[in-house]
């Protein structure tokens, strides 16, 4: 390399402003080579690692561990050995933050689009490529898959969109079946003209996008399922009952920490994003509807096996191993991939795992 | 998410909540404005947060009324009783002082004495707060005095994002409100829905986890808090900061567990020091956390002394990031921050 490269704080998603610094994967003075991991980042909602941007010499840790700045900000520098220290102070000095909200494939404003009575939120991120569709799953939203869609957005034209109920879509639901779900996906991907896409679902939109590539298979190109719905009968029906009619923080705080095998990711702050949510006219009313639509006595309603079985698309089955909402067990003896310490959440816990799945199996 | 001041946010509390639900009336002096018609010259109060009311939703919902204030709540209160939802504007929350019998005697007490049959669904909104140069009788913050009297609800809001959830639940709410705004705060920015939502009272917001001290701080003083929260994180001393959003209901509960996590305790309120929320916070810290503490309890607040107009004195009289820093550091030992 010639010159000086800047390590600066990622924005994972449009919400994140700051971020805190929770490790060096690369010690000072170290050699480093473009596209490894050379720090770890958390934010209110993710933890990840940042590849360094050159490969070089890593000359200065500019912030502490255990620091937060925003994003942009100058978090270590690299170098080769002949650059002097004074081009690198004064590197340092002038440094002005990066807008990384016009980085390539960086964060698009949310649109909306109406379907049919819904009117559908999503962020569109990247292209030109192959198409990737993200589903979240109950209760979640488009902004909940940040990193993955942030790192994929490089090399892939990436959709998020918020199911109805859910995010900054509409919240009024007319059917709030697995079925009646994968019908609303499938008028948005005819109302924004898209050819087949390669689906990621989680959860319950994992459920929402099998029975969507069954219905309709000319919308799929590939599936990758994240703990998906509809593999067997067995969920933590109490989980999805105590998140839908919690109203404060602190009655959602045990049922968030349910949700990952490392609770320490459940702070106050993600559970008060969460509550901001629950908080919205509307919503209590909807996730109601939805959980009386997907499940049946505290069973899941629909099993999608022989769905998920009939279909030709290449399809990428992952869970976590510690998964207290669905078991993992189905997504074994499917033979799919059980990840070791992850909970229900592989795209937060996971995500460079959840990232290579998704490449192995999508296409143009 | 749209980004949008607290004027805005306040104003779009209001008009949604009309649009929902008929029975909400906005009443006060200057609501409307200009001259008492709708058009160019009704600037919607003081600084423009009715601002459009009047024209949407017409005269008999939008009330100008005289200069009266102990009328204006009088009115209100009545009304309340009566069936409506009205939310009485009364610009700079020290003009409460010549109301006291209506919100105190009146108001706070009809569900009591009536053996809980009354509803009074009344909010008071007031301006509070120093800053603006406005004098010792437009500058106080009074929010200690009304959660002092039960039957009372008191919302300080210190963002756009809280201003309009609050407004909105305490249009919502069956018992009467005082929703203090402060000055300086209408024009701060910050991400608001588009669509109602309602933040219920007696729930803290947490700002910022950290492991060294808490700091509890109200309205303006959250972003000062917040301001002193990064100057300490640069020194290696790592702070929560509480933003209990309503002083009546109080969260105890959210104080008591960061006071746990940390064991250190600062309060800041830009309020005068005696029987104030801060040496309530205080108490209420020291009667049920007490074995959490490592330190003393400190208070950063405005001394015991009317809001001075010279410039000057006024920037000093308001709780400072300096001030919040050095209480912050008189209880963390050295060894504790580096560690």
Known sequence: ?364 | MPKKSMRTALNEAMAQEMRRDPTVIVIGEDVVGGQGGLGETSVGGVFGVTKGLGEEFGLDRVIDTPITESAIIGTAAGAAVAGLRPIAELMFVDFLGVCFDQIFNQAAKFRYMFGGKARTPLVIRAMTGAGVRAGAQHSQALHSIFTHIPGLKVVVPSSPYDAKGLLIQAIRDDDPVIFLEHKTLYDIEGEVPDEAYAIPFGEANVLREGRHATIVALSRQVHTAMDAASQLASKGIEVTVVDPRTTSPLDEDTILECVEETGRLVIVDEANPRCSFATDVAAMVADKGFAFLKAPVRMVTAPHAPVPFAPVLEDAYVPDAARIIAAVESIVANEEAAA
């Open chain 1, 1 to 364: 390399m010639t010159g000086i490269a800047a390590i600066t704080m990622p924005r994972w998603g449009l919400t994140m402003e700051e971020g805190t610094l929770t490790g060096w994967l690369v010690g000072l003075g170290e050699e480093t080579r473009q596209g490894v991991d050379v720090i770890e980042v958390e934010s209110t909602k993710l933890a990840g690692t940042v590849e360094a941007p050159a490969t070089g010499i890593l000359r200065r840790q500019v912030i502490a561990v255990g620091q937060t700045v925003p994003v942009g900000a100058l978090v270590g520098v690299i170098a080769d050995a002949d650059v002097g220290d004074e081009a690198i102070d004064a590197f340092i000095a002038t440094f002005a933050p990066v807008d990384l909200d016009v980085e390539e494939g960086g964060a698009s404003e949310p649109r909306i689009v109406s379907v049919g009575e819904h009117r559908i939120n999503y962020l569109r991120k990247g292209g030109p490529g192959p198409v990737v569709l993200f589903v979240h799953g109950f209760g979640g939203d488009a902004a909940g898959w940040g990193f993955v869609q942030e790192v994929l957005a490089a090399d892939h034209d990436t959709i998020a969109l918020d199911l109805p109920g859910h995010g900054a879509s509409s919240k009024a639901i007319s059917d709030g079946s697995l079925a009646g779900q994968a019908a609303i996906v499938a008028d948005f991907l005819r109302a924004l003209d898209l050819g087949p896409v390669n689906l990621v679902g989680h959860s319950m939109g994992g459920g929402v996008c099998i029975a969507l590539a069954a219905a309709h298979p000319d919308h799929a190109a590939s599936l990758t399922l994240l703990a998906p719905m509809g593999l067997g009968a067995e969920i933590n029906a109490d989980y999805l009952s105590t998140f839908a009619t919690a109203q404060r923080r602190r009655d959602v705080e045990p049922a968030l920490r349910l949700l990952f095998a490392d609770e320490a990711l459940v702070t106050k702050a993600l559970a008060e994003e969460v509550v901001k949510y629950k908080r919205v006219d509307g919503v209590s009313e909807a996730l109601a509807a939805i959980e009386r639509a997907i499940l049946d006595h505290g069973s899941q309603k629909a099993v999608l096996r022989e769905d998920l079985a009939g279909l030709a698309q290449p399809v990428a089955l992952l869970a976590g191993a510690e998964d207290r909402i669905i078991p993992p067990a189905p997504v074994a003896a499917l033979g799919g991939t059980l990840l070791p310490s992850v909970g229900h959440m592989p795209q937060v816990e996971a995500p460079d795992q959840v990232i290579a799945a998704i490449r192995k199996v999508a296409r143009a």
